[in-house]
C-alpha cells in the first residue's frame, strides 16, 4: 500500500514535469513561428515595393526582354515609295526656254510631261515629277532628285528651236554615253524610247544624239535621256507640237518605251 502510494505520487510529480516541459516547448515554438511569419510578412511587402518599383519605370531588364521576339503585328511603312521613273518637264517657272506663238516652252513641256504621267501610272508604274506645276526646278535639284532615290530611268521634255533655219524640223533624243555611272542604261533608255516616240503620226525622225554636255544628262548617275519633241521655230512641228491629239499620241509611245526598257531591266544586268 505504501509503495503503491509512493510510486503514485512520483508518477503524478513525471506527469507534471512532462507537462511543463511541454508547455515550455510550446511556448518557445509559438515565439518562433511568430518570429518567422513576421520575417515572411517584411519579406512580402518589400518584395512587392521592389517589383512595383521596377515596372513602374522602365528598366534595363525591360529594354532587353523587349528585343525577344513579339508577335508579328502588320505594320503600315513610313519608307518613301521608290520610285521607277522621274518625268523631268523642261524649264518652269522665272525660266521659261523658248517660246512660239506667244507660249512659253515650259508650258508645252509640262502638257506632254502630264500625259506620259498619266500613262505610266495606268500601266501601273511608280513615276514622280521634278515638277507638276509652273514652278522653277533647278538643274542640280532635278538631278539629285533622280540620284538619290535611284530612279530606273530619267526622262526629260522639251522643244527645241532654231531661228536661223526654219526648215529644220524633227524629233530628237539625247542621252549620255560617256558618264561614270548609268551610260549603258541611259543609250538603252534613248533607244526604247526614240524607237516608239517617232512612230507617232506626222513625226520627222532626226534619231538619237549622244551627248556630253548636257548637264541633267551629265550629272545624273542613273539612266536618263533627253527628248527634244520638235522644233519651235518649224510651223509642221509647231503645229503638231500645239495639237491635242498629237501630244497624247506621243505621250503614249514614250510610256512604250520606258515600259519597255523598264521591262528589259528585268532580263539583263545593267
Ligand atoms: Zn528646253
Known sequence: MEANYERTRYEARMRLRRKKKLIKAAKLLSYRVIKSL???VIGMILGFLLAHKTTGTPSEAENLTSLAPKPEIPVVS??????????DPGHGGKDTGSEAAGTPEKTLNLSIALLVEEELKNAGIEVEMTRSSDQTVSLDERAALANENKVQAFVSIHQNSFKDDRSIRGLEVWYNDVKSSGAAGSRKLADAIHTYAKQTAGTSDRGTVPDEKLKVLRTTTVPACLIEVGYLTNTTDKNLIFSESYQKELAKNIARGIQEF?????????
Request: hydrophobic share 50%; charged share 20%; no cysteine.
Open 78 to 87: 513610313d519608307a518613301p515609295k521608290k520610285i521607277q521613273v522621274l518625268l
Open 262 to 270: 523598264l521591262q528589259s531591266l528585268g532580263t539583263s544586268a545593267e
Open 38 to 40: 513576421i520575417f515572411i
